[in-house]
């Protein structure tokens, strides 16, 4: 028989933290770019990547996990890459800027290995 289900069923609760998160990590990691050094950088985006990793892995813990904004984080910093990278790339030495352009590389392989390393319920790794 057929039962009414309601929107809050199938909609996961809207969560902004994650959002925040990479949106003040992308501040932090173009502000790191202008002024420090790579291993600066390299700190700035750690800390960027551990914070929101800390977040999926918290989100992965709950039923019905809704992960497609962790998920479409590489493609938004593919995406923005110009724009963030545009404002600071004159006070960047060629060093600091390559390894700010393949961090979204760096953040897909992470992600990648998070996803694979922590189980989630009801899903089988293949």
């Keep these: 028989m057929y039962t009414k289900k309601t929107a809050s069923e199938f909609s996961p609760r809207l969560d902004i933290v ?14 790191a770019a202008s002024l420090g050094s790579i291993a600066i950088l390299a700190a700035v985006a750690a800390v960027v990547f551990f914070s929101v990793t800390a ?6 813990a709950e039923r ?3 992960i497609s904004f962790f998920l479409i984080i590489p493609t938004i910093m ?3 890459q110009n724009v963030y990278l545009t404002t600071v790339a004159d006070a960047m030495d ?3 800027l390559q390894f700010a ?11 990648y ?12 790794a293949a």
């Design 64 to 66: 019905k996990a809704e």
């Design 94 to 96: 060629s060093g600091r």
């Design 113 to 124: 290995l998070v996803l694979r390393l922590i189980p989630i319920q009801g899903v089988v």
């Design 55 to 60: 977040q999926l892995i918290h989100r992965l």
């Design 101 to 111: 352009i393949i961090l979204n590389f760096l953040f897909s392989v992470a992600l």
């Design 78 to 80: 593919s995406a923005t």
């Design 18 to 31: 994650p959002f925040l998160l990479f949106g003040g990590g992308l501040v932090l990691i173009t502000i």
